[in-house]
């Protein structure tokens, strides 16, 4: 029983330096992440005069017709980095683009991201407009994860109203700002 004792100790005197000595090794890992930034439309979005031709990736593209001047359309917007999103029509007039909501689809949306969304307070309406900057949207998940985006609803009149035989085709299109800090 004495040699026992006698050998955990001898055992553990060797075993506690090492693991000491382990600790304070340094381990370094450097590492960059791509700026990344997506735009889509929010799930189940429906007006009878619009359709969504492509949405994902960083560009939306929505056609008009129909007997109604006025689009709203919830766009959703996931990045890792600042973004801006702007707006884009060889078709259309517009005598109105505004942001009407914002608001976080989940636990995974930067607390700065509604609040540092900056909204031009007068559009351009010629034909490239911006609509939005922000600071980074995301603060985990994938790029289709439902609780980390930032809603932003656009309110869009056009000029006349849109024909079955011409529709108005409008782009937005998201950009990454300054890198991952």
Avoid: W, Y
Avoid at 101 to 126: I, M, W, Y
Wanted: hydrophobic share 40%; glycine share 6%; charged share 10%.
């Amino acid at each position: 029983m004495r040699c026992r004792l006698i050998f955990t100790l001898m055992a553990a005197s060797f075993v506690v330096p090492a693991i000491v000595r382990t600790q304070t090794s340094r381990v370094a890992l450097n590492g960059t992440v791509s700026e990344t930034v997506t735009l889509s439309v929010a799930p189940g979005f429906s007006q009878s005069n619009v359709d969504v031709v492509s949405s994902g990736g960083n560009t939306v593209r929505i056609t008009a017709s129909g007997d109604d001047p006025v689009i709203r359309v919830p766009l959703l917007v996931r990045s890792n980095s600042s973004f801006k999103i702007s707006a884009e029509s060889q078709t259309a007039q517009l005598s109105q683009l505004m942001v009407t909501d914002v608001h976080a689809t989940g636990n995974l949306v930067s607390p700065e991201a509604v609040h540092g969304l900056n909204v031009p307070r007068k559009f351009n309406l010629d034909s490239s407009r911006l609509i939005a900057t922000g600071p980074r949207v995301s603060l985990g998940g994938t790029l289709n994860s439902p609780n980390n985006a930032l809603q932003i609803t656009l309110l869009i009149r056009l000029n006349s109203q849109p024909s079955p035989d011409s529709p108005v085709q409008l782009t937005f299109v998201a950009t990454a700002g300054s890198p991952v800090q």
